[in-house]
Every structure is written in structure tokens, then in C-alpha cells.
């Protein structure tokens, strides 16, 4: 695992002129997926770049091992969009998804965060209650 993190650390110095989180992101996840045959347990394919404590490496190395290139997605949760699981693949693969929250003028908000015409995204601004959650994730399906 330290030769995973030193060869990882070493190519992010090479590659430090990049501005932009979600490209350098991006940039870092090519790199990470040459380590990705070696990766024994799943905690260690965590890594950050929208999500709040990893879920972004662990969600792409998933997809990637099972050969999904354009997942479809739920996330319940949101709130603004800023920090979310699924947010990164939306942005890399131009998924389609369904992301709800009960956070006031969520589409607006979300607009501000990411490029909605780069995938297919269904924004419903509720509050989840076990009645309401099945129309919810039917309709979009």
C-alpha cells in the first residue's frame, strides 16, 4: 500500500500545473486505474473529488472493473450538489440520473454546481418520505 501511495503522490507532482479540481480529478483517475488490478481491499480505492470521504474512487473503481461506461444513477441527499457521490460520474461519463433533496431551489442551486446539458439529469425537490419514493424513482425509470 506505501509504494501505491508513493508511485500515486509521485505522478500528482508531475501533473501539479493543472488548475481546474474536476480536471485534475479526472487526470488522477487515469493514473490510479493502472494501480487498480493491485487493489486488495476496497478502502483502498478511495479518493476524493466531489464526494465527502472518498466515495468517488471507490464508485469509479467499481464501475470500472464491472465495465460500466455510462452509469445511471440515484442519490437521495444532495443537498446542493457541491459534495455528493455521484456527482463526479455524472460530470466524467455524462450519465443519466436522479438526484433528490428537499434543500429549496435545488435546480438552481445544482445549475450553479455543475453543466446540466452534459448528461441527463432529473432534479426533484422533495423531502423524502416513504410514501412519496417509489413515484419519485419510477418516473424517472
Not at 493514473?31 to 478502502?43: D, E, F, P, T
Not at 468517488?56 to 455528493?84: A, H, M, Q, T
Not at 453543466?115 to 432529473?122: A, H, N, V
Request: aromatic residues 12%; positive net charge.
Amino acid at each position: 500500500m506505501i509504494n501505491f501511495i508513493k508511485n500515486f503522490l509521485s505522478e500528482i507532482a508531475s501533473r501539479s500545473n493543472d488548475r481546474n479540481i474536476f480536471a485534475i480529478g479526472s487526470s488522477h483517475f487515469s493514473i490510479m486505474r493502472h494501480y487498480y488490478s493491485k487493489i486488495k481491499n476496497l478502502s483502498d480505492a478511495d479518493y476524493k473529488v466531489f464526494s465527502q470521504t472518498g466515495e468517488d474512487g471507490i464508485i469509479d473503481y467499481l464501475l470500472y472493473s464491472l465495465n460500466i461506461k455510462v452509469p445511471i444513477f440515484v442519490e437521495i441527499g444532495v443537498g446542493d450538489y457541491r459534495e455528493s457521490n455521484t456527482r463526479y460520474i455524472f460530470q466524467k461519463n455524462c450519465s443519466r440520473g436522479l438526484i433528490v433533496d428537499k434543500n429549496k431551489n435545488l435546480e438552481k442551486k445544482v445549475s450553479k454546481m455543475v453543466k446540466l446539458w452534459k448528461g441527463d439529469l432529473t432534479i426533484i425537490e422533495t423531502t423524502v418520505k416513504s410514501n412519496n419514493i417509489l413515484k419519485g424513482v419510477l418516473t424517472f425509470v
